[in-house]
């Protein structure tokens, strides 16, 4: 995968241009409040995905303009591809000539990981987080994941609706092992997809955390959800256990929508003790091997957008990065040219008001 031009207009704070980008890494410098994060921003959106700051449209649109308009020339598959996206209300999504759907279809054509010290959320927050992390990661590598989870919210919302509506006619009542049924049998086959990649992740992330932390702890990855065996039974049997709270609720408070993935250094829960720098060593992991899986699965290394990743990191850890990514193509941002200095690989662009300049 690899990424040859990308040209923006009407986008966040960049000055309407285009960025001719090379092989291996590519760094992006300059002050803070410049750009240098919208750039990879307006990278990672070609993915399908939506904004990592969890941005919504209007404000990726320059302030006081209509639209924003985004180009991508990539080589995918051993071929020459385009694609364009508009930015208004929604996205609209053009790939090699054809008018897509919606934004979210370009996804598995264009493939990139993303790490931000946004990211930190991933340790931080509370499950929602990590799931989403685990839900894009997937939706990137097999697209019907997606189709088949935003199915499953559709029947949890109906089952939400109904358990409302049940409190004041329990004739309803019967009807909710109908969704009970929809519920069980698509949450199975998402905690298997999910399941299926952790287990290919796991190994990466372990690999590379003791690379990172020097071999001092161990990260643990681990799904938090139902017991093994007939999940499809076993969530069956837990919405029928959670149904007497669900109708107090009026939610569903049993499901996929509700799993969690336990992130653990040293054998404890990486929220509560892990330091802020064990912390971020394990988000980098964690992004890091999911674009080794992404290359085992798709065939195809990821580009990797890097946003701040250096400041934060000692020598040690940054040449082992360095080593990691050797061969990727990457967009690596930092405000410290010292750092972009000693790779003596790629390019370097300045990135000032939103103007980004080639330098050398
Ligand atoms: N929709 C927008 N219109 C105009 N400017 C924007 C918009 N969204 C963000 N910005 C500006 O972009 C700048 C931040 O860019 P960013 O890429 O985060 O900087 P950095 O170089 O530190 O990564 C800020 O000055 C912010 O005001
Ligand atoms: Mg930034």
């Given at each position: 995968m690899r990424v040859e031009r990308i040209g923006f207009e009407g986008f966040r704070n960049l000055r309407a241009g285009e960025m001719?980008?090379?092989?291996?890494?590519?760094?992006?410098?300059?002050?803070?409040?410049?750009?240098?994060?919208?750039?990879?921003?307006?990278?990672?959106?070609?993915?399908?995905?939506?904004?990592?700051?969890?941005?919504?449209?209007?404000?990726?649109?320059?302030?006081?303009?209509?639209?924003?308009?985004?180009?991508?020339?990539?080589?995918?598959?051993?071929?020459?591809?385009?694609?364009?996206?508009?930015?208004?209300?929604?996205?609209?999504?053009?790939?090699?000539?054809?008018?897509?759907?919606?934004?979210?279809?370009?996804?598995?054509?264009?493939?990139?990981?993303?790490?931000?010290?946004?990211?930190?959320?991933?340790?931080?927050?509370?499950?929602?987080?990590?799931?989403?992390?685990?839900?894009?990661?997937?939706?990137?590598?097999?697209?019907?994941?997606?189709?088949?989870?935003?199915?499953?919210?559709r029947a949890v919302a109906q089952r939400n609706a109904l358990l409302k509506d049940a409190r004041f006619h329990t004739q309803l009542l019967d009807m909710l092992e109908v969704y009970d049924r929809e519920i069980a049998h698509k949450g199975a086959r998402l905690v298997d997809y999910r399941l299926r990649y952790l287990a290919r992740l796991r190994p990466y992330a372990e690999e590379i955390y003791a690379g990172i932390a020097g071999g001092r702890e161990e990260i643990g990855v681990a799904y938090d959800g139902l017991p093994d065996g007939s999940r499809e039974e076993a969530l069956m049997t837990a919405l029928k256990l959670a149904r007497k709270e669900d109708l107090a609720s009026g939610a569903t408070g049993v499901g996929p929508h509700r799993d969690d993935v336990a992130l653990t250094v040293a054998g404890m829960d990486a929220r509560q003790f892990a330091s802020q720098g064990q912390q971020r060593s394990v988000v980098l992991a964690l992004k890091l091997a999911e674009a080794a899986v992404l290359r085992d699965v798709a065939g195809e290394q990821p580009v990797a957008l890097l946003d701040d990743v250096m400041s934060e990191?000692?020598?040690?850890?940054?040449?082992?990065?360095?080593?990691?990514?050797?061969?990727?193509?990457?967009?690596?941002?930092?405000?410290?040219?010292?750092?972009?200095?000693r790779m003596n690989t790629g390019a370097v662009f300045r990135m000032e008001g939103g103007v980004l300049t080639k330098e050398g």
């Amino acid at each position: 995968m690899r990424v040859e031009r990308i040209g923006f207009e009407g986008f966040r704070n960049l000055r309407a241009g285009e960025m001719i980008a090379q092989e291996g890494i590519n760094v992006i410098y300059g002050d803070n409040a410049q750009g240098k994060t919208n750039l990879l921003e307006a990278i990672w959106l070609f993915t399908g995905s939506r904004s990592f700051r969890g941005a919504r449209e209007t404000s990726l649109v320059t302030a006081g303009q209509e639209r924003a308009r985004l180009e991508l020339d990539f080589v995918a598959e051993g071929r020459q591809q385009n694609a364009a996206l508009l930015i208004q209300k929604g996205r609209q999504a053009v790939l090699n000539g054809v008018k897509l759907r919606s934004g979210n279809q370009l996804a598995g054509h264009f493939r990139a990981i993303v790490f931000s010290p946004s990211h930190l959320t991933l340790v931080k927050d509370g499950p929602e987080e990590r799931r989403r992390f685990l839900d894009g990661a997937i939706g990137q590598l097999w697209p019907k994941y997606t189709s088949l989870y935003q199915a499953y919210l559709r029947a949890v919302a109906q089952r939400n609706a109904l358990l409302k509506d049940a409190r004041f006619h329990t004739q309803l009542l019967d009807m909710l092992e109908v969704y009970d049924r929809e519920i069980a049998h698509k949450g199975a086959r998402l905690v298997d997809y999910r399941l299926r990649y952790l287990a290919r992740l796991r190994p990466y992330a372990e690999e590379i955390y003791a690379g990172i932390a020097g071999g001092r702890e161990e990260i643990g990855v681990a799904y938090d959800g139902l017991p093994d065996g007939s999940r499809e039974e076993a969530l069956m049997t837990a919405l029928k256990l959670a149904r007497k709270e669900d109708l107090a609720s009026g939610a569903t408070g049993v499901g996929p929508h509700r799993d969690d993935v336990a992130l653990t250094v040293a054998g404890m829960d990486a929220r509560q003790f892990a330091s802020q720098g064990q912390q971020r060593s394990v988000v980098l992991a964690l992004k890091l091997a999911e674009a080794a899986v992404l290359r085992d699965v798709a065939g195809e290394q990821p580009v990797a957008l890097l946003d701040d990743v250096m400041s934060e990191l000692d020598e040690k850890r940054q040449d082992y990065l360095l080593r990691h990514i050797r061969g990727w193509q990457v967009f690596l941002t930092g405000c410290d040219a010292a750092v972009v200095r000693r790779m003596n690989t790629g390019a370097v662009f300045r990135m000032e008001g939103g103007v980004l300049t080639k330098e050398g």
